[in-house]
């Protein structure tokens, strides 16, 4: 599953095991399971954050695995033209090739292990899509995009790009060599990830050996999610099972673990997980679609710039169309 991996883990920086007699390991909050969806030209999802109060998920707005999915040749799709406006996206591949554009010039081609991250910030016009010959060959299309918030003070900020090719990844290894950590975007144990980013997060792509524990550092002022990609296991110091498609939440504490099960499926041979973490905003959240501001008032009048043509021009062989409801989860509500 994973295209960045090493053929000896041991040969990897060590993240040292934390002392049970000195951190507290953060209970498991929530277990919840992802429903299932289809985004932008029809491209299957789970929804990981479905049905998780957006307090207990801040800064993070909205998190799509999309696939795994084997496509025949035709088959591959993305999205259309749409907009975005007050938040970032990251987009992060397992498998398959994608490429991204935007009406700012930015954009490029990511693949295995490869993530782009794209801050929307005062607004843009954004389309991603498999290239030509991956939609005439197929294949498999794997991987996840998530959405984090930014601060009232950021979201007008101008947009950029970050890409961040696979061998740009920190590679660790837990202490004893059982589970491999791609550190993509924050620290853990003194040891810091390529990715740049507004609001203080921990994003980590995590694969357990069968049997394997991991116990990690975690700052106390950031939240803790772990959402499963593949195989089976527990989480939290009461072991509680999880499994495909589930997101754990975590309570306070200074240390998070996850366990693979002895054993897994043939088809799912370890475990993978998605880690995230990060400093919550605490500001009031009104979110319609692509737009995530603080104000309802905020959304409107980014509805009314997009439809005035103020968010970027694109080629004139596209047709943008109408703001897309269904690019992401449609929420509006303010948020103390």
Known sequence: MPAVTVDDLLTLPRVNRPDPATQ???????????????????????????????????PFIHLDQMGEVEYAPGEPKGTAWHPHRGFETVTYMLDGILDHQDSH?????ITDGDTQWMTAGSGLLHIEAPPEHVVMKGGLFHGFQLWV???????????????????????????????????????????????STFTPITLIHATLEPGAELTLPWRPDFNALAYVLNGDGFVGPDRTPI???????????????????????????????????????????AWYGPFVMNTKAEVMQAVQDFQAGKLGTIPALHDHGNVDPDDGTDQVGDRA
């Open 243 to 285: 499994g495909l498609g589930q997101l754990s939440t975590f309570g306070q504490g200074d240390t998070i673990r996850i366990a693979a099960k002895d054993r897994q499926e043939s088809r799912s041979p370890k475990m993978d997980v998605l880690l995230l973490g990060g400093r919550p905003i605490g500001e009031p959240v």
């Open 24 to 58: 507290r390991p953060r209970p498991v909050r929530s277990i919840t399971t992802a429903p299932r969806g289809f985004e932008g030209e029809g491209f299957p999802v789970r929804r990981a954050f479905q049905g998780v109060d957006l307090v207990d998920l801040d």
């Open 105 to 109: 010039g930015g954009g490029g081609t």
């Open 149 to 195: 918030n930014l601060p009232a003070a950021q979201k007008w900020n101008e947009p950029r790009y970050q890409d961040l090719k696979s061998r740009e990844v920190e590679l660790l290894t837990s202490h004893d060599g059982g589970a491999l950590l791609r550190l993509i975007a924050g620290e853990v144990d003194g040891r810091h990830g390529p990715g």
